[in-house]
């Protein structure tokens, strides 16, 4: 009888919890359904949060930053005009300017939402970066993100052949070259880098730039365009180089002894047995360049 009362007890259980998910889940849709979600939001000025922080600035932006990242998805989920994006954006880097995500955030933000984007939303957003770059001068995602932000959404908003759109290119092939030269961005980043450069006249930056990161290039078909863009560069420039060949002979090398490892890697292992075997640097170009 015991084992009986336990069956029922045990099947009323699992009917009871089934009927509760199933509540559960059809009072979420009609929640869904039925809320109302508004453009509004409150948030402290820089200099009242820092008041009411009482010192733990970190923690009233980390604060901050929850409320930012829930306000922009519900903007995004009700289509919104996301007003407050930039109260959001000044009062996080103004309480705690170390807090490098703010200006990363801020200009993605600004830029990438349902609502109707301006071009000074845009160059709000390229101000934004700037700002980071001036706290982090040698972080190579804010440059690149702010040579992207140049090239590819306010360029494409100005005037063609207008001083802003001439200078926002020249300013993003800059920004892009130093990016890249530390190795940040995808692999046909150096060549979009060098077109801009050549664009405001400086085929030299240009040329410097895809010898640099050459030898970083893995990929076949990519590495035949990196070349070819640097024979045209020498050609018009009247520089017979010499870079290319000097490269080619240091990666056949590494295919013959280290073929397992990496051209960068082999470059940092090996640069001075290679210089041993005569197979050493153009004169003026050190190893440090190439990595």
């Given at each position: 009888m015991s084992a009986l009362r336990t069956a029922i007890a045990v099947t009323a259980a699992l009917a009871a919890f089934g009927a509760a998910n199933q509540l559960r889940a059809a009072q979420n849709r009609s929640y869904e359904g039925a809320r109302r979600v508004l453009d509004d939001a409150q948030i402290p000025h820089p200099t009242v949060a820092r008041l009411v922080s009482l010192g733990h600035t970190e923690w009233?932006?980390?604060?901050?930053?929850?409320?930012?990242?829930?306000?922009?998805?519900d903007t995004l989920y009700a289509r919104l005009p996301s007003r407050y994006l930039r109260s959001y954006t000044r009062t996080m880097s103004e309480l705690d300017p170390n807090f490098r995500q703010s200006y990363l955030w801020g200009a993605l933000a600004l830029v990438y939402r349902t609502s109707r984007v301006e071009t000074d939303d845009v160059r709000d957003a390229v101000e934004v970066l700037r700002q980071g770059i001036r706290r982090f001068p040698n972080d190579?995602?804010?440059?690149?993100?702010?040579?992207l932000y140049l090239a590819f959404e306010l360029g494409p908003r100005?005037?063609?052949?207008?001083?802003?759109?001439?200078?926002?290119?020249?300013?993003a092939g800059e920004a892009?070259?130093?990016?890249c030269e530390a190795g940040w961005g995808p692999s046909w980043l150096p060549?979009?880098?060098?077109?801009?450069?050549?664009?405001a006249h400086r085929e030299p930056a240009?040329?410097?730039?895809?010898?640099g990161v050459l030898y970083r290039i893995v990929e076949p078909?990519?590495?035949?365009?990196?070349?070819?863009?640097?024979a045209a560069l020498q050609r018009a420039g009247g520089d017979r180089g010499g870079i290319t060949e000097t490269l080619r002979a240091i990666d056949s090398q590494r295919a013959a002894e280290m073929p397992w490892i990496s051209p960068t890697l082999y470059v940092f292992l090996g640069s001075s047995p290679l210089t041993r075997r005569g197979v050493g640097l153009l004169p003026g170009y050190s190893s440090a360049r190439l990595r």
């Open positions: 009233m932006v980390d604060v901050l930053w929850i409320n930012a990242t829930l306000y922009y998805s190579p995602e804010l440059r690149g993100q702010l040579g100005l005037r063609p052949g207008s001083a802003e759109h001439l200078a926002a290119r020249a300013q892009l070259r130093r990016a060549l979009a880098a060098a077109s801009l450069l050549s664009e240009a040329l410097e730039l895809l010898q078909s990519l590495r035949e365009r990196v070349e070819s863009r640097i």
